[in-house]
């Protein structure tokens, strides 16, 4: 199961960090690997349990269920709905005070479905999940660079 990972700097406090990594709707407009994210079966919040959906650029649509919540250390979400193409698909967050802010580490793990095509779909996905990966962080430190310097 591939595993992709990203980190950060960000001049925020753990906790600010923590709650832009998990804005959703109009709030997540800082994210480029998102056009449309909601909390949906009844969550208002970042909690252990709560479900959301997400809507790539690329037309991706997955219902994310967030498994654990530390906040503002930790969370771990892992897709109960997606594309027919990917049997699993998790994502998390790690928050970790550091001089001149925090580090956040944000990392991608999956797996697609098809064990046939599963070499060739592999070296087609990682480096285009790794590139979306990297591109959302580097989105989410310059938004909170933003912030930091808004107040």
Do not use: C, N
């Amino acid at each position: 199961m591939p595993q992709l990972e990203a980190s950060v700097v960000v001049p925020l406090s753990v906790e600010a960090a923590f709650a832009l990594a998990h804005t959703v709707g109009e709030a997540r407009s800082w994210d480029p690997g998102v056009i449309r994210s909601e909390f949906i079966r009844g969550a208002a919040a970042p909690v252990s349990g709560a479900h959301f959906f997400t809507k790539t650029p690329g037309g991706r649509r997955m219902i994310l269920e967030l498994r654990v919540v530390h906040a503002p250390l930790v969370s771990s979400a892992e897709m109960v709905k997606g594309p027919a193409w990917l049997t699993s698909f998790g994502e998390g967050w790690r928050f970790e005070a550091v001089e001149g802010g925090t580090k956040a580490t944000w990392k991608f793990t999956y797996k697609l479905a098809s064990p046939v095509f599963a070499s060739t779909l592999g070296a087609a996905t990682k480096p285009a999940f790794d590139r979306e990966l990297h591109q959302r962080a580097a989105a989410f430190k310059e938004r909170a660079v933003e912030l930091s310097e808004t107040g």
